[in-house]
């Protein structure tokens, strides 16, 4: 592999017009991730998903040279229909096409900015592997007491025409004091057996919101790596949702910092695989000062020898007294082919702390089974409807209306 | 508003409880093996116990193993490099080349240390109803209640005699637990093991008593490493003790341990340790390391372990009491107490491993920290694809006095079988100013407030202790915890 | 209607029904009555259809041998159970619930499903009838609802889904006097020609409102004594120990 690196990041920059300086800067994240490799299972984070060898036996060698040149056409079908939005498009890993046409132009501005890539030196070797090969360090800030009039959908797509088995994209997002902005993540592949990794960093400001929608339900033979950092300051608030059910093999990973006092941040994620899927959420939330709450929801459903794996911290500062911190997380497990990891964790060094965690795995309640059925279900509507509920509870906590009908809707969830 | 009286008796009685009730040493003159673990020295160990051939030679290859084994370290208590070279494998004292026959034969001492530790070995001042083996350093210094326990066909002696007298049941299960090549400090204690308890229950035979070990570590310089041995035969019941006190060094002492439970069909064990070793001075000096491998295997249908532990010692303690659920509807339980305060550092919890159908296991732990301490649960669930029908419950809480000390929780789990539920609950909490004013409204002092208190919150797992033991462990744990609360 | 010869059942090596017959006729009303344990619940369970007993002896249902039907075609055919211990359904929407519920068994019957809107008339007026708090139709089924309002949830689905024997498992148990009235209501509203009911209780008051035509005594897995509705009156008085 590491000959193939070497020889694709010299192909990716040899035309390109970053001066030397921030090419041997990336250089050295280069070499950082020849040193640490693929991430595998002897590491304690990759326990439960051995990405090294999903990799090997799925894919084989990667490559990493990705040719982003040649534009791709755009249609009107790659859209969300019925519902309006703004939108960045990302084909292949090139952006394509932006439109903020619902905002005021001088309230959101795009940039790039290389020196960002210093914040992420030490996160792991994908993000490594990431700063290493991304071009361009896109920042999307959306300046002071501006709240995003509609959503803003980020689509991500792959075709055949791909040209690396490996597509990394970077993407900064910073909320500036007061302001608001929905993010949805749509992952949509018409490519197979590539390597996608990404990487998102925010820092929400003071009162600043945000809410992010990460939806990956076409079926597809991809393997996905998404780390996801947050940083929040003051009374800021940050609700992710993870609907994971479409690639292959995804770990979405969420790392957020509490900074601020009365920060709080929300994820809530539903794992619903079947056909042999392996994926995973792995979060981790940081309580770094006082009275700051986080809460956490994270469901799956199993079949077909489907895997599901739950890596969850609370982490709790000696100086975050009056943290509210809570997690619970519970699978069903349909067939006995299938598998179900948690991990949840608590590390705390305050004692006026208020957290707790819980985990639940099994069948589906036999009870509830047969009440249902002393109403005319048959078995097969009894446990639809009660998936279904299962699920629901999930979906509910998305706060934004028009967010949660888009999503149910998706995935034929009934209310 | 404290009174000042009340607050100069308070520091009284915590300058008093500060130090270690059983920090004595005992001056008793001992034959030691040289310094240093190589062959020779197991050699030494080996021959001075007159041991048959086989159990060298399996000395012998645990010896080769460790050559290649690395000390584990994804334990979060990191502790200084251990010279192994430089600590003494066995010492026994001088009076004991040949055991003694009788306790009359036994060092005056020694008596005297027992006695000082609130374990009569004499015949008229026994405990009621508990048989007790001594183990003093690294040899078992006398078994009570022998007799009693012969007529019933139950073996309790030291594993030294029963490799002795009983070699067809050591040779069958001694390693069959914990195998030779299980991890390092495992595989360290199968080389050098020096002594420990055995125990044997026939089939059918419920255990009239108590059967009780009580460990003493004494020389210095000196790792201590026994062997316990039960197994329980079909349909058999037997409940077992284990105590354990050293004396206040400032250097750090090294307690490597191996446990094996076995029961059969219907049979049932239940262990309970009350762990007191020296945790090491208040700024964190000395102290014993304890490095403990405990494991049962339930390997009869409808065949129970069940561990109970109230952990308040030592400066280190890694230890996982693990239930491998191998017979159908064989259950697995760990109730655990975990205390640390000043600078003692604990990570324990349980394996519950669900091979056999309708195999059920719960665990109840309980974690306190204060001071500068440091306190990890980490425990592994795991239902395979075979054990339909299975059930989990865990249950953790803990509880900080204080933000200069952490709690951890790791649990991790996994179900491969969709019939089986598992289920697990845990929480982190401090002792609320309500319950204190409450407690103290009503005329208690706040020491006393909070030893009700945690109690309290222990109730669970001490209700599981035997009688004997529970008022003890009760007075442990407020004890451990004086000095904690402002 | 229902016919039960000498029902055997166990769990395990546990013996809970003994030689139980039962005879319920179109139209009738019968009540059981007998102490905690002795098999009532075990009984309505097994003429819904549960799993998990060992079952022998002969049920007749519209002469058809019950046994041979799924718990839901038991649904189907018109036998509703109201449960001892209403389960909460967390995610269902107990309004979405009654209406899969109510057209699976119009459909099984060969009847035309009910619409959105005709549903939504038919709980409405429903609801009215018996003074059920519409809103909670709203919530997840039976989650966060009090004892007595699960058991008026009951009530109020069996009047939706019409069922022609309807089995109320201690449904009167933990019920103020006005919602007593109301389900005694429910009851004696369905209670037309071909309507029947099997009423499981503790208390003489329910059937103040709902006159038995037969009382039986339930005791150690069997009927012990039969009568009419005064055999309801002296147990009050005397107790399942004064019997003889
Ligand atoms: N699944 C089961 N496993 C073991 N025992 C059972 C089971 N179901 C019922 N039983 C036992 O059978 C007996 C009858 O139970 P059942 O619930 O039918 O009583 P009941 O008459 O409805 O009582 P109550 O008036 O308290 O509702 C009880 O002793 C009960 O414990
Ligand atoms: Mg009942």
Redesign the pocket.
Known sequence: MEKQLIRDFEKSFENSNLDSKKINFKKEFLNKFIKEGLPGKNLENWKYSDLSKIIKTEIGDLSFYNNISPPNKIDSSMYLSGFEHNSIVFINGRAEKIDLQFEEKDKVKISEDFELEKTSSNINSLVNLNNAFTEKNFVLTVKENYSFKKPLVIYHYTNKKIKSQNLNLRLNFELEKNTSLKLIDILDDFSEKNFINTFYNFKLNQDAILKNYKVDIKNNSNIKYSFTNIEQDKNSLSETFILSSGSAFNKNEINCNLNGNYSSAFVNGILSLNKKKHHEIRTSVNHLTESTKSYQLIKSVLENNARAVYQGKIFVSSDAQKTDGYQLSKAILLEDTTEFNAKPELEIYADDVKCSHGSASGSLNENSIFYIMSRGLNYKEAKELLINGFLLDVINKITDEEIKNLIKSMIGLKE | MKTESSQNSREKEIEKLKKYKYGFSTDIENTKAPKGLNEEVIRFISNIKKEPKWLLDWRLKAYQRLKVLKEPNWQKPKYPKINYQDLYYYSAPKSFKEKPKSLDELDPKLLETYKKLGIPLQEQKRLNNIAVDAVFDSVSVATTFKDKLTEKGIIFCSISEAIQKHPELVKKYLGSVIPLTDHFFATLNSAVFTDGSFVYVPPGVRCPMELSTYFRINASDTGQFERTLIIADKGSYVSYLEGCTAPMRDENQLHAANVELIALDDAEIKYSTVQNWYPGDKDGKGGIYNFVTKRGLCKGINSKISWTQVETGSAITWKYPSCILKGDNSIGEFYSIAITNNHQKADTGTKMIHLGKNTKSKIISKGISAGFSDMTYRGLVDISKKADNSRNYTQCDSLLMGNKCGAHTVPYITNKNSGSNLAHEATTSKISEEQLHYCQQRGLNSEEAVGLIVNGFCKEVLQQLPMEFAVEAQKLVGISLEGSVG | MLKINNLKAK??E?S?LNDFSLDIKPGEVHAIM??????????S?ILSGKK?YDVSGEIKFEGIDLFSLETEERAHKGIFLAF?YPLEIPGVNTNIFLKTSLNAIRKARGEKELDALEFLKLVKQKSKELKFDEEKLNRQLNVGFSGGEKKKNEILQMSILNPKLSIL??TDSGLDIDALKTVAQGVNALRKKNNSFLI?T?YQRLLDYIKPDHVHV?MNGKITKSGGPELALELEKKGYEGLN
């Open positions: 769990v395990g546990k809970i007998g102490p905690n344990g002795s098999g009532k619940s075990t009984l369970n998990g001892q498992d201690e499981i503790h339930l």
